[in-house]
């Protein structure tokens, strides 16, 4: 029998899928200052940080950016915050920082469901690259 994994490999896994995500269907584009790379080059970087699970997987709170922004300028978040407030105008930008400061904890049917969802997107997008 199948050992059950934990909540933690889970959101691993999803934390995986998801930046995979992010970065294939991104334009190969910084979102933060522009630069120009292939896609997977990029990295999946979170505006409100990891750690606030209730934005953690929110694509609305997902871009892809280059690893000296989301590295090195820890998310560059001003111009983040400034790009965000472009995209979005103010009353969606105000939901997703509320968003972020409210508590999620997941179960592991969710994080299951998102797994297979996710992956399922990912193989879609893979496909169409070919």
């Not at 909540?7 to 910084?30: A, W």
């Not at 630069?35 to 997987?57: D, N, P």
């Not at 409210?102 to 990912?122: C, G, H, N």
């Amino acid at each position: 029998m199948k050992k059950k994994k934990t909540v933690s490999q889970l959101k691993k896994e999803l934390d995986k899928l998801v930046s995979r995500f992010v970065r294939l269907s991104g334009q190969g584009i910084c979102y933060t200052c522009g630069l120009k790379r292939e896609k997977l080059e990029l990295q999946c970087g979170h505006f409100i940080s990891r750690a606030h699970s209730a934005t953690r997987y929110d694509l609305d709170n997902l871009r892809t950016q280059c690893v000296n922004c989301n590295v090195w300028r820890r998310g560059n978040t001003a111009f983040f915050a400034a790009n965000l407030l472009k995209e979005y105008g103010t009353e969606r930008f105000d939901a997703l920082i509320k968003r972020g400061r409210s508590f999620k904890q997941f179960t592991t049917r969710e994080l299951e469901a998102e797994i297979k969802r996710y992956s399922q997107l990912v193989k879609e997008l893979e496909k169409n690259m070919i």
